[in-house]
């Protein structure tokens, strides 16, 4: 996993415009489909793994795993080990996670207000 050095100031660390920034490596793990949608059907509960993947269909084991992963690594899940047998694990968001959450689910809205007109403009485009 490549890491980006924060060399420059924070100005220019942030500035997602730049493809040797900080900033683009944090937008492009958490601007994909599966971590928006693990972002948002975890909320603002604690799910377990398969109640989790029990939220997201069509997701596999393997992508909520490495999904889970890097929104762990970027500070905006928090997952916690219970020491049963077998051993319980959750996941909860961050004050970081529910921040960006407020964004997810204005984009959820924003899909829902215009996803006609986007599939009117869609077999437009393909008719033609």
């Known amino acids: 996993m490549v890491t980006k050095q924060v ?12 493809a040797d920034t900080l900033a683009r490596e944090i937008f492009a793990d958490i601007a994909n489909k ?3 949608l693990i972002i948002e059907a975890v909320g603002d509960r604690t799910l377990r793994f398969t109640e989790l993947r029990g939220e997201i269909e069509g997701i596999s084991h ?4 490495q ?17 049963t047998v077998p ?8 004050e970081p996670g529910r921040a960006l959450r407020a964004t997810v689910d204005a984009m959820c809205d924003w899909t829902r207000r215009h996803l006609s007109a986007i599939e009117s403009a869609r077999h437009r485009f393909d008719s033609a």
């Open 7 to 18: 060399n420059g100031s924070a100005k220019d660390e942030a500035d997602v415009s730049r």
């Open 34 to 36: 599966w971590a928006l």
């Open 62 to 65: 393997k992508m909520l795993t």
């Open 67 to 83: 999904n889970l992963r890097l929104l762990e690594r970027n500070g905006l899940v928090v997952r916690t080990v219970h020491p």
């Open 87 to 94: 051993p319980r694990v959750e996941y909860t968001l961050t």
